[in-house]
């Protein structure tokens, strides 16, 4: 995704680091939600509440998505996939998950996002569509095991974005330029944040959930099987949630990241620049060209894969 | 302006945002934005439309459903509107005849457009008076497009600034009459190319403005004699 150039104010983006946002919210007495909502509002003259019912309505198409692909399959506009997150949902109603059910829950509505998505369904690009699973499921998954307010939800998704701003601005939130870890990884680390704030956590601790989430994305290719986005994407919102909520879960028992947020973020724009072109959404390496991914682009495509 | 409060380039929205129809924000959502663009610029009345498409586009727009992304588009619908995912059937039922033809090569070769970006497509479009438009343009990335080509003048138009475009008769004066029109307003504007359509003696302008423009001089320039149709493409929202 590209950035969107509106006016900016006089502070310099080079200043919009998450350890300086921090501080901003200590000396204003805000959260960070507050914070990133106040940012939006003044840069962009929406107000308060505008900004606020914005957010909600992502909310609303976040929950449709969700629960799109659970009590029946959807597939693929292509056919490749589909069914994925009806058949996990299924087998968490028997009670066979050994997933415990904030997490079972997270990932099955991980999969019907990214399905949906697949299907040619309405959902929210957060930050990316190939990543759309990822924020909606922790939120919902945790919002709902906690029984957190719709307004802790939306506050919670403006802690989200915080996060994915400082990735985008310092990094990137494509995978054509940095592998999946920008899109995925950037996902987990803005759900891992939102889910501590709805877990009680305090700012700091989401900080260092999303900064342990994205360390553990790091390296990711971007590899989609006929370049469309559907193999792997798909399960990678399912296990990148697992990742994500695994991180909160730590950053509320007090676990702290020992590399910073901020040096994360640098260390995973470095890493996607090293990552060679093959492996950043070309559909030209990694799982695409597989026997079977190479096998599948003749089947949709009807010519060789080499020919690509 | 001294702000309060840090922030980025990113609004909060371009990353909880936006919503839209899947899989792909380039092949998808900014294929309809296309497509909707070239519809406005069509006078919004298709009755035929040819798509096509170039690099990644001519390659993969099965799978990511650019074809019913782009068709949709030229129905009127919005990214985020699920009709999309049945407008071959929605285009049927109204009698807009369409097709799609994957082409070779890159999409600005021979034809003096400016683009060489990989999701490009051409729309090819008559309309229910018989009129044709030729619209070019790129997806180029997060669901944002470019008009490139219009009518074989190359433009630019992402979206951000309003564009006004006029066919009139090939006449002296037109132009310094639209001009001072939107001078009156005190409306500057940024950009200009006219092509000259010597068979027909006709002529397409194509004006990028500053600021935004009222309806009534649309009326206006509408008015003028020798003009034969005026179309105001507006940004988004
Ligand atoms: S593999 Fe590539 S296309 Fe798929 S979600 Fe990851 S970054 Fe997006």
Redesign the interface.
């Given at each position: 995704m590209e950035s969107t150039n509106y006016e900016k104010g006089e502070n310099v983006m080079a200043e919009f680091w998450m350890s300086e946002i921090l501080k901003g919210c200590v000396e204003k007495g805000m959260s960070l939600g507050e914070y990133i909502l106040a940012s939006e509002c003044e840069n962009t003259g929406q107000t308060r509440e505008q900004a606020l019912d914005r957010m909600s309505q992502m909310l609303d198409v976040m929950e449709q998505s969700a629960r799109g692909g659970l009590e029946n399959p959807v597939f693929s506009n292509s056919g490749l996939t589909g069914g994925c997150a009806h058949q996990y949902h299924g087998y968490i109603q028997k009670g066979q998950s050994i997933l415990g059910p904030v997490l079972a829950d997270a990932v099955q509505m991980a999969l019907s996002c990214s399905e949906v998505n697949a299907a040619m369904g309405k959902i929210v690009a957060c930050p990316t569509a190939g990543s759309c699973g990822i924020v909606p499921a922790a939120v919902l998954a945790v919002g709902k095991y906690r029984g957190n307010s719709r307004e802790e939800m939306v506050q919670a998704l403006f802690t989200a974005s915080g996060v994915g701003m400082v990735i985008g601005e310092h990094a990137t939130l494509a995978g054509a330029d940095g592998g999946c870890q920008a899109e995925c990884g950037a996902a987990a680390a803005m759900a891992a944040a939102a889910a501590v704030r709805l877990l009680g956590g305090d700012d700091e601790q989401a900080v260092h959930g999303a900064a342990m989430a994205l360390k553990n994305l790091l390296g990711l290719v971007c590899d989609p099987v006929c370049g469309l986005v559907e193999i792997p994407c798909i399960k990678r919102n399912a296990v990148s949630v697992s990742v994500a909520l695994t991180a909160a879960d730590m950053a509320c028992a007090g676990v702290r990241s020992y590399i910073p947020f901020d040096e994360v973020v640098t260390a995973m724009y470095a890493i996607g620049k090293a990552l060679p072109q093959q492996l950043r959404e070309t559909g030209q390496g990694g799982l695409a060209a597989t026997k079977t991914g190479m096998e599948m682009y003749q089947r949709i495509y009807g010519q060789d894969y080499g020919a690509m | 302006?001294?702000?309060?409060?840090?922030?980025?380039?990113?609004?909060?929205?371009?990353?909880?945002?936006?919503?839209?129809?899947?899989?792909?924000?380039s092949h998808?959502?900014g294929a309809a934005r296309l497509g909707k663009m070239a519809r406005v610029l069509a006078h919004n009345s298709v009755r035929s439309v040819v798509f096509q498409l170039y690099g990644?586009f001519a390659?993969?727009y099965?799978?990511?459903?650019t074809d019913?992304a782009l068709l949709a588009g030229i129905l009127g619908f919005d990214p985020?509107d699920?009709r999309?995912?049945d407008s071959f059937r929605i285009a049927g039922e109204s009698g807009v005849d369409y097709s799609f033809q994957p082409m070779e090569g890159s999409a600005g070769e021979g034809t003096g457009w400016e683009s060489v970006h990989p999701n490009t497509v051409r729309f090819l479009i008559t309309t229910h008076g018989g009129e044709k438009f030729d619209v070019v343009g790129c997806s180029?990335?997060?669901?944002?497009v470019r008009i490139v080509g219009l009518n074989g003048i190359s433009v630019q138009f992402t979206g951000e600034s309003p564009i006004l475009v006029t066919r009139h008769l090939d006449s002296p004066g037109i132009i310094a009459s639209i001009a001072s029109l939107l001078y009156q307003s005190r409306l500057n504007i940024g950009n200009m190319r006219v092509s000259r359509k010597r068979h027909s003696d006709t002529a397409d302008m194509y004006l990028e403005i500053d600021g935004s423009v009222p309806k009534s001089i649309v009326e206006q320039i509408q008015e003028l004699p020798g003009m034969l149709s005026v179309v105001l493409l507006q940004p988004e929202e």
């Open positions: - | 302006m001294k702000t309060e409060y840090l922030a980025g380039s990113y609004s909060v929205f371009d990353i909880a945002g936006p919503v839209m129809v899947g899989p792909s924000s998808t959502a990644s390659k993969t099965k799978g990511h459903g019913k985020w699920e999309l995912r180029i990335g997060g669901g944002k």
